[in-house]
Every structure is written in C-alpha cells, then in structure tokens.
C-alpha cells in the first residue's frame, strides 16, 4: 500500500531531551516536507527536500533540524526541544515538488514539558 | 511562500445541503490544490485545479477557478456527516518549492 509512515505517533518528553520523528514514504518521491499544525495558526511548513541531499527552510524552521540521505526518509530532528515546540506533525511527500498531490502521514503529536 | 485564505472560518449546515467554500490568493498560480482533513488526522489531497481550467469536478465535488479576482471555491453537494472535516487551499506559484496552507475552512454537517 501506497503511504507515508511517521513514527512515533505519539511522544511525551521533557524540555532539552534530543528526539527523532521518523517519516518515510514507500512512493519513490522526490518531493518531501514537514509541517505543524497549531490550533488558530494553521498548517506551518518547517522544512521541505527537493531531492536526496537537498534541503531548505521552510516557514517555521527555528529548533529543527532535517536531512535526506535516503530518497524514502526524511526524518525530523529537535536537538533540544522546548514546550513552544509542543505541536501536531506531518510529513508529505509528492512525486516531484508543490505542482503534484501532497501525501500526508498520519501525524506526531508531540508534548514536550 | 504563498498562502491563501479560507472563508469561512467555520460553516454548518444540515445533511443533504450544498457547503460552499471559499478561497483567496495574492499572487499569480500555477495551480490551486484543495484538501481535506479529519479531526487530527493527516491532510487528503481532493482536487488539483490548474490556471487554464476554470471548473473541475470529483464526484459531489465542484471547484471553480477565477484568476482574474484570485480566487477558488469549493462546492460539496448533498453533503454528508462524513463530510465533517477542515478543508483547506493551497495555490501554487511558478517557482514555488513550498505549499503553504490557511487555516482552513472548519465544516460541520449534522445529521
């Protein structure tokens, strides 16, 4: 089955404990991004990957960290969290860019103390 | 980035009624995207809508395209319960490498 997977699903840390989010995609995609989700706030991207190897800012990249070493993983990175990072997370991936139909994972929900 | 923007914020109406959205842009597209997202789940693309189409159709779903007042709308007709869900815009210029998403339209269909 066509997906993107983002694990853990659910995450309950405290403030300065580095943690992982994995997202991965098992479409070939070259296009992949994260993005939160804040209540009143909208979807915000955080950073997006043309392809492997290449990675740029998105609108909200402050705290995070990305990299795309492999075409199917894009895994999301705080080195240091903090409770303002407490948030809903999704990864998309797309055949190639912003043009084509985003695939959306089922979501983190991250609580950071 | 380009963003657009939902209107309305949040709308209800009872099942069996159409549910028209609305959303506006700033700047020139290459194409206009609308999704769907259940409560805390991940986004559902529905519809792709490019600059030269000024209407396109998915099953009960019916969005048009109006570049010259940039702007789109979303049309679910015989709305359903299972239709209850946020819905959101997302234009694309050319050049972009970023999606940028509104806050949504929030769609309450009561039974």
């Known amino acids: 089955e066509a997906q993107v997977t983002q694990n853990p699903r659910y995450l309950i840390t405290v403030t300065g404990k580095k943690l992982t989010v994995t997202c991965s995609q098992n479409m070939n995609h070259e296009y992949m991004s994260w993005y939160r989700q804040d209540p009143g706030l909208g979807l915000r991207q955080i950073y997006y990957?043309?392809?492997?190897?290449?990675?740029d800012k998105g609108d909200v990249p402050e705290g995070y960290k990305v990299s795309r070493k492999e075409k199917r993983n894009f895994p999301l990175i705080l080195e240091s969290p903090s409770p303002n990072q407490t948030s809903l997370y999704f990864c998309?991936?797309?055949?190639?860019?912003?043009?084509?139909?985003?695939?959306f994972g089922p979501g983190t929900r991250l609580t950071v103390l | 980035s380009q963003q657009g923007e939902e209107d309305p914020q949040a709308l209800s109406i009872q099942e069996g009624e159409n549910a028209t959205m609305n959303c506006s842009y700033k700047t020139s597209i290459n194409n206009l995207q609308w999704y769907r997202q259940n409560s805390g789940r991940g986004l559902v693309h529905l519809i792709l809508i490019r600059s030269n189409e000024r209407e396109k159709h998915s099953g009960r779903l019916r969005v048009t395209l109006d570049t010259s007042k940039k702007s789109s709308s979303l049309l679910i007709t015989a709305s359903r319960a299972a239709d209850t869900a946020s819905y959101f815009c997302?234009?694309?210029?050319?050049?972009?490498?970023?999606?940028?998403f509104g806050k949504g339209t929030k769609l309450s269909v009561i039974p």
């Open positions: 998309a991936s797309s055949f190639s860019g912003v043009y084509n139909e985003q695939f």
């Open positions: 990957s043309m392809n492997v190897e290449v990675t």
């Open positions: 997302a234009p694309s210029g050319a050049g972009s490498y970023q999606l940028t």
